[in-house]
């Protein structure tokens, strides 16, 4: 139990150190944080809620990154439609 102890404890300082991390190494980081936590599942069950928690921000904040990026290079093509349509009705009473 005692190694299992140890490999919870470097999880958890993993985990701390995701929030200094910017975004190119965060990405890195969670892919070798998520390598680790499937090669020891024990390990796992001795993480703390807290613990959970910030691996979720570091997470979100992955995603928030992408997802800005995305928008960024996105073209605007809604505002580049201004094609005007004529909704006047021509009622012609013969």
Known sequence: MDENKQLCFEIQARISQLEELSETDLKTEMDDLKMVLLQNPVACTLLLPE???KAIAAIKRLIYSAKNKADKEKPSTARSRKTKV?????????
């Open 51 to 53: 613990d959970i928690g």
């Open 86 to 94: 004529d909704l006047s009705i021509d009622l012609a009473l013969d």
